[in-house]
């Protein structure tokens, strides 16, 4: 473990991990319970369309979540995009800018407005307050997203919608396995959308779907993943391919078996993190606490201003040592286009945004990341801090 400033590779000591410590390792199950579901489809010689590994899947997230109905699709982004389009969303719907740029997306690819508020400093999600003052005649659903995998406010924001007789959606891309006031996420909106990517606490490879408790809303849902094909050859509605294979499905089924084993390593990687940083000057971690529900997918850092380095130079001091910290979700969804040009004084409205995006940075977790890589990039945010001078003028000098 390095042990003098001289250590840092910034400094030109060695780097760390020179094979790379990232962001997002994929959680992976047990290969031979993928590999037997895997011979179980090549002998089915049945690949996709609804088949019978998505469907146990998808009663296997019933059965999770407690929702009444589960759409399993081929990523977290045709869930979104087949979403808005089955609840016959119009005109404006609000949600945070502090997320990834494809909550946004769906929107604006369906035609919507999306209409960025601000966040809650301590939970970096919706603001109720502020989702309420930008509610106007056109709105019509609130996306919250359940942030870092935690969920927040969403008593308070289910009365702003009932209030104004608007849908309320979350986006739980980050979300598996997380609850609020102890029940899990999944049925806390009118529907929830999960994304099962390879960096997420469950992954598919590529995948995601919908929970929800309204009938309609799943049949139209199954209709829009299928091309609208109802039977056939007969289309009933404006569809698209959002299916999921069954190749995924066996890779989600064979994650989610092991999750209670992903969302333990996730609590010990955090508690780890917050002992050996709780001395550091200038950086607090600030992920949700899974004692309180959260999934403890991502580990928060919030760098403070002041004598020690910024967010930006820590990043680059880590970078130097093989450790891939992630600037999650710097600009601001409102800062990228078509946003940007579109909305040029947004960053007024979002001033809470505005400071976190410059503030946080995420550091890696999950059953890829042993302790000993924990204490490692704990040691160096700690170097790195206690000689911040030396460090931004080594910096500056390239
Ligand atoms: N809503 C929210 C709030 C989301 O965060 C996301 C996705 C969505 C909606 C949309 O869901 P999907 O359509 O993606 O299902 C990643 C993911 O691509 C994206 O799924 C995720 N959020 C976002 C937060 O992160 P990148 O560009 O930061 O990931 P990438 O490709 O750089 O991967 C991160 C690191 O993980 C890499 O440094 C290497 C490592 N890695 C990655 C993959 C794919 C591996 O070691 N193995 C792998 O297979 O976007």
Redesign the pocket.
């Given at each position: 473990m390095k042990a003098h400033a001289r250590d840092l590779a910034v400094l030109g000591g060695a780097p760390a991990f020179p094979g790379l410590l990232?962001?997002?390792?994929?959680n992976l199950g047990n290969r031979d319970e993928l590999h037997r579901r895997i011979d179980e489809l090549w002998e089915r010689r049945w690949l996709t369309n609804d088949g019978e590994l998505v469907r146990e899947l998808e009663q296997r997230l019933c059965d999770y979540t407690g929702a009444r109905h589960c759409v399993a699709t081929s990523?977290?982004?045709?869930?979104?995009d087949i979403l808005v389009r089955a609840a016959g969303l119009t005109g404006e719907v609000i949600l945070p800018s502090f997320?990834?740029v494809?909550?946004a997306h769906?929107l604006a690819w369906s035609g919507l407005e999306p209409v960025f508020c601000d966040v809650d400093p301590t939970t970096h999600t919706l603001d109720p307050g502020r989702v309420e003052e930008l509610v106007s005649d056109r709105t019509s659903a609130i996306l919250g997203?359940h942030?870092w995998g935690a969920a927040h406010f969403v008593d308070e924001l289910r009365s702003v919608a009932t209030r104004h007789s608007l849908a309320l959606f979350f986006?739980a891309?980050?979300a598996f396995g997380a609850r609020y006031k102890g029940q899990p996420v999944g049925r806390l909106g009118d529907a929830e959308?999960f994304?099962?990517?390879?960096?997420?606490i469950v992954n598919s490879f590529?995948?995601?779907a919908i929970t929800t408790d309204d009938d309609a809303l799943a049949a139209r849902l199954r209709l829009l993943r299928n091309f609208g094909f109802e039977d056939y050859d007969r289309v009933v509605d404006l569809g698209t391919n959002a299916k999921m294979s069954e190749a995924s499905a066996a890779m989600g089924l064979t994650s989610l078996d092991a999750l209670d084993h992903f969302l333990a390593a996730n609590a010990r990687n955090l508690v780890r993190y917050r002992h050996r940083l709780a001395d550091v000057a200038g950086v607090r971690v600030v992920s949700p606490d899974p004692r309180e529900g959260a999934n403890g997918h991502y580990v928060v850092l919030e760098v403070d201003p002041g004598p020690g380095l910024t967010r930006d130079e820590l990043q680059q001091a880590l970078w130097k040592e093989g450790v891939?910290a992630?600037r999650?979700?710097y600009p601001g969804c409102h800062a990228h286009e078509p946003y940007a040009t579109r909305h040029a004084d947004a960053a007024r409205h979002l001033p809470v945004t505005e400071k976190l995006v410059s503030r946080v940075l995420c550091l890696p977790t999950g059953t890829?990341v042993t302790e000993g890589d924990i204490d490692e990039v704990c040691a160096i945010l700690a170097l790195a801090q206690a000689s911040a001078d030396v460090v931004r003028r080594q910096l500056g000098r390239r």
């Open positions: 990232h962001v997002g390792r994929p990523n977290g982004t045709a869930a979104l997320t990834f494809g909550t769906a997203v942030l986006d891309a980050h959308v994304s099962f990517h390879a960096t997420k590529e995948g995601g891939l992630r999650y979700f890829a």
